[in-house]
């Protein structure tokens, strides 16, 4: 949770204050560092949530919790939570880092970039949104892997298909508008809400609990 962050902001932002302002070249250089930005939720909880089940299955710290009267339902949201909200306010604390950054070293015509249009709404709108979908996805495959890092490589590869759209969007190859933005943002939200439910169902706690495949 401490380096990814690092990684994420350091080239984004050594681009832009090492770039220079020449027409399609600013789009292209802002699309594909604020990219990076986006990326950050979609894959710092992907491995911590792949743990989450499959983990403290392997640990022998699983049991005694399925064994209590606790409901699948509360017992997933206690794990989606633990990965999510540090996810979110690292995400945040990285963009507004990079923001600052760029407003105090970048170019004035790249700062202006960042600044105009959907950018900043993408963000803000996106980052909780693909933070649900990795958590989710981590750990749909969590309850159902008997190895960690299987779990984590499969969790890492659920949450590109976000990342694949944002890219086309981040790139021009699809023209952003609020409509559209509004409108996948409300996609991801149904997701989001509906994997809670789904996960539960793929919830085996007689499996987990006894140890059977």
Known sequence: MAATPVLFIALPTIQLIAATATGKAVTLRVGLSLLYMLALPLFMPSVISAYSVVGEREQGTLEPVLTTPIRCEEFLIAKALGAFTPTLLISYAVFGIFLAVAALFAHPAIVS?????????VQLLFTPLHAGWAVWVGIAVSTRST????????????????L??????????????IALAIGLAAALQ???????RVVAAMFDRERLVTGRK
């Open 164 to 177: 694949i759209i944002i890219a086309l969007m981040s790139l021009n190859v699809i023209t952003v508008s």
């Open 113 to 121: 970039a960042i600044y105009a249009g959907t950018h900043i709404l």
């Open 147 to 162: 190895d960690v890092r299987a779990a984590q490589q499969l969790s890492v590869l659920g949450s590109a298909p976000p």
């Open 190 to 196: 149904a997701f989001d809400l509906l994997a809670w």
